[in-house]
């Protein structure tokens, strides 16, 4: 078995950095191969850590070193949680933004790294402390008067004629069914107290509604509620300021339109539909937002094809030297469209697809992609007959990083090494390319390979280029005329300063600085002022502020506004970090105009 190096912690912070740079996720003990590296995993870094081998300290691990050194939250070692402590959190969000929190309302101000979400899973489950069955809602009802939602409080004709006395002397109109929340119980609203006098619940008689209620105690008759006319200017208005205020865009359960005498964006959004208060119908206020403020509307997406989609990951694979997957985003040069959403379209039908499909079926069936699902099973037999082949064609021994297998398409020497090691389609457990060498073939160690230099990396790289009209990349394969080379160990070697290379580089910065060639994997740094340049040559152009979904930067074809957000995000590419394209525009004073 080869010797492992000597490890410093330096060094494994340096390859989790990079990790969270490519994937805006710190590294786990799962997350298996270190990229850039020949043979390290992440399991082994941390089994290194925490048993004090290849030079480093006893006791460790990978989680506890990145929340020591990079504040990455670990959640096998959490603080303990008290009711008091909780409640304390409570009152001051309370105070604040007016409302009690719930498990969505995010990151804790006073306690940098808890969530509301972590407080209600250890609630629930009795962990950090405490004794579990519990929740935010019944904390908050049993030691706050808070009304639980799930528990409703029983309801009579007194106690609603009075929330609407006060509701008529606060707006000058009287609730209905459409007005939203009770304002004096903020858990209630007026629907559920008309269904409650409909169906006889919640304590009261039924066979009854809010308007019969309130015609015969209160002797307001039908058409009572003259609300004031609407434009499609002061919707947008109200939207914009909703933004503001909350961060996100309304929809219509988002309750009462503040300083709008009355109207809810239900009874707005009614009005959109019915027509009538000066608009004309047969709109919606999420139609309204998808035309003007270029919010995904998912009733007004285009129909699908199986070639509109195929020509879009043959796109994604000619920039990204791989297939897609329902993980990966949006789909560039189509707006609004993500490939979950493709996903979810083949799966049940939608969009005029015939259903019952998914994204790998529909690669396998007209790309030749294998899916991973249906792999055929694997026997040491056969990869000894691929591994002969290989060393006959190349005259050297293959190793996971070889890449694909042209004896078996759509078959990598990774795939078989990850089914080597974990004891897949049908193969033992424990084993690996470098063990089936050694115990079938004698060999112990590959051969020695010989120096790089940078004029014989690129005359391979025009070549390639040349033979297949893209310049090559990491996963690109073999390189056709050396034998045994590969552009992962050229990759390798730039970055790790072996083979008379100079460390710390890469195959994309070197194409980029020595032909020019831009790509996702090596990307120039970036400055705020370049941003807003390009933020405010695009609002001059299109009339409204980029976002992240916007696309690619008209003045810099390259760049793309999703890859600012991020870089401005995780800060990458020479920016700080910690920051959003919409969080610099509002701080630079774009935003307030940037929804209008």
Known sequence: MTRKSVLHIEQILDWADAHFERTGQWPEARAGRIRGTLDEKWHCIDSALRFGSR????????ARLLAEQRGKRNRKALPR???????????????????????????????????????????SHGQRGLPGGSSLAKLF??????????????????????????????TGMWPTVTTGTVAEAPW?????????????????????????????QRGVLPGHRRLAPLSIELVLDWADAHHRRHGRWPNVGAGPVPNAS??????????????????????????????????????????????????????????????PTRRAGPVDGAANETWSAI??????????????????????????????????PLSVRQILAWIDAHHERTGVWPRATCGPIAEAPGETWSMVEHALQRGSRGLGRGSSLAGLLRRHRGVGRHVRVPPLSIAAILSWADAHRKRTGAWPKLLSGPIEGAAGETWQRVENALREGKRGMAKGGSLARLLFDERGVRSSAYSPSLSEKQILAWADAHRQKHGKWPAAHTGAVEEAPAEKW??????????????????????????EGRRRSAGR
């Open 55 to 62: 030079g480093l300290r006893k006791g460790s691990s990978l």
């Open 81 to 123: 949680l008290t009711l008091k402590g909780i409640l304390a959190w409570a009152d001051v969000y309370h105070v604040k933004n007016g409302k009690w929190p719930n498990r969505e309302c995010g990151p804790i101000d006073e306690a940098p790294g808890e969530t509301w979400n972590a407080v209600e899973l250890a609630l």
């Open 141 to 170: 009802a049993r030691r706050r008067g808070v009304e639980n939602r799930a528990v409703p409080r029983l309801l009579s004709r007194e106690m609603v004629l009075s929330w609407a006395d006060i509701h008529h002397a606060r």
């Open 188 to 216: 209630q609203t007026w629907r559920a107290v008309d269904k409650a006098l409909r169906n006889g619940r919640r304590g009261l008689k039924g066979r009854s509604s809010l308007a019969r209620l309130l015609e015969r």
């Open 262 to 323: 009355g109207d809810s964006w239900e009874t707005v959004n009614n009005a959109l539909r019915q027509g009538g208060r000066g608009l004309r119908g047969g709109s919606s206020l999420a139609k309204l937002l998808a035309e003007h403020r270029g919010l995904r509307y998912h009733l007004g997406l285009q129909p699908l094809t199986p070639a509109t989609i195929l020509a879009w990951a043959d796109a994604y694979h000619r920039t990204f030297g791989k297939w």
């Open 343 to 376: 996903e979810v379209a083949l799966s049940h039908g939608h969009r005029g697809l015939p259903g019952g499909s998914t994204l790998p079926r529909l690669l396998q069936e007209f790309r030749g992609l294998v899916n991973r699902a249906a792999r055929q």
């Open 562 to 587: 999703i890859n600012i957000d991020y870089a401005l995000r995780a800060g990458a590419r020479g920016l700080r970090g910690g920051s959003s394209l919409s969080r610099l525009l509002a701080r």
